[in-house]
């Protein structure tokens, strides 16, 4: 009888400490598994293709890893838009493919590296979530520009949204300030 009770508790003992290291590295896996998920759909969806200045390198132009998700270079100044909108052009793109002109004016592609003064650093996962979703910058200022697919914000569920918004902050954060839109002509 004794050693059953000391089996019993042994047993006891093991199944509460299992149950509270589950408890304890759960929401670690969890954080995992929503960063990797936010990385499958940052690269799936080609958030880089615009949002990472491109460099022509050996076979062609391509994102410049260096500058991964960092926006529109501040050193690559556009100071108006094209006139575009005679004949079948509507838009154009710079070199960098992270400035867009069009009859909206100019957009530039934001830094979306945790950089707290010139990135994502200082937004809390609501106003991410919140701008994409009113496709407003911090979920209730100035519209998003063209080319910012809105339906990102009106496909992805507030768990993909989450998981992007994760990823991004385990990015290195790179201090690159974007200008703000310029007006059109």
Not at 27 to 56: E, F, T
Not at 70 to 76: E, F, I, K, M, R
Not at 152 to 167: P, V
Request: proline share 12%.
């Amino acid at each position: 009888m004794r050693l059953l009770l000391v089996c019993l508790i042994a047993l006891l003992g093991i199944g509460l400490s299992l149950v509270l290291g589950e408890a304890e590295s759960e929401p670690g896996v969890a954080a995992q598994d929503r960063v990797a998920r936010g990385r499958y759909l940052v690269k799936s969806i080609g958030c880089a293709d615009c949002h990472s200045p491109w460099v022509m390198g050996p076979n062609g132009p391509h994102p410049d890893p260096d500058r991964d998700l960092s926006g529109h270079p501040a050193d690559l100044v556009i100071e108006a838009p094209l006139a575009l909108g005679e004949g079948p052009w509507g838009l154009a793109a710079s070199r960098t493919m992270t400035a867009w002109s069009g009859p909206w004016g100019v957009s530039f592609t934001r830094n979306l590296t945790p950089d707290p003064e010139t990135g994502l650093g200082e937004w809390s996962e609501d106003e991410f979530v919140a701008t994409l979703r009113n496709m407003r910058h911090r979920g209730i200022g100035r519209p998003l520009l063209p080319p910012m697919p809105p339906m990102y914000g009106q496909n992805l569920t507030d768990e993909d949204l989450k998981s992007i918004y994760a990823y991004l902050r385990t990015i290195p954060p790179v201090k690159n300030r974007v200008p703000t839109p310029l007006p059109p002509r």
